[in-house]
């Protein structure tokens, strides 16, 4: 049988609140004992083969104030370019890590391998990047993006070379500020908004 549609009216749509740290990373949000760790502590392993890099940065409101409470999580491959699961992957890059801006600064930190170039079945090559997912205050839903590398060769790229405005693919580019050493800014909207992906 089915039911009149009047009879049930919509839940109105809300952002994800302090929630999304309690039940993604209780120990960041003070509920210890939740898991033996939080998930998805670190995208490696000891051991992890290639260059060691620490990307750092904060999400950024309309206003351009830095975000406290944004939650990231990234996905990425190994220094080959190989995503875990498939032969020859690295056993000690995991590839995913879930990591929250600190709560004072709005600054967020990622420690990882810098990837790969990935293969693709078509011959093609995309640069090394890393895929993001951002949730916060006034995110209905996660925001999905990538951190390319400024001492890389972007210009291949099959995703950047679809970015019509040219000027917005260095909203895409981590800038180097030392020997393995990267920030990367999200803006969310206004003036330099960085791009983000319908995938």
Not at 14 to 40: K, M, N, R
Not at 58 to 79: F, N, T
Request: glycine share 12%; charged share 20%.
């Amino acid at each position: 049988m089915v039911q009149p549609i009047d009879l049930l009216v919509e839940t109105a749509s809300q952002t994800a609140g302090p929630y999304v740290h309690i039940g993604c990373i209780p120990s960041f949000a003070g509920l210890a004992g939740v898991y033996p760790e939080d998930l998805g502590l670190s995208p490696i392993a000891e051991g992890a083969q290639g260059e060691i890099v620490t990307i750092t940065g904060a999400v950024h409101d309309g206003m351009g104030w830095a975000m406290r409470d944004a939650m990231l999580e990234s996905w990425q491959a190994d220094a080959q370019g190989r995503y875990p699961g498939t032969p020859g992957a690295d056993p000690h890059v995991s590839g995913f890590c879930r990591f929250a801006a600190d709560k004072d600064t709005g600054e967020f930190t990622l420690r990882t391998v810098r990837p790969g170039a990935v293969a693709l079945p078509d011959g093609r090559r995309m640069a090394p990047h890393i895929s993001l997912w951002i949730v916060a205050r006034g995110i209905n839903i996660g925001l999905q993006t990538r951190i390319y590398f400024e001492d890389e060769d972007n210009s291949a790229d099959p995703l950047l070379a679809r970015i019509e405005q040219r000027p917005r693919v260095e909203t895409l580019i981590a800038k180097k500020t030392g020997e393995g050493r990267f920030r990367f800014d999200i803006r969310l909207q206004g003036a330099g908004e960085t791009v983000f992906l319908d995938l």
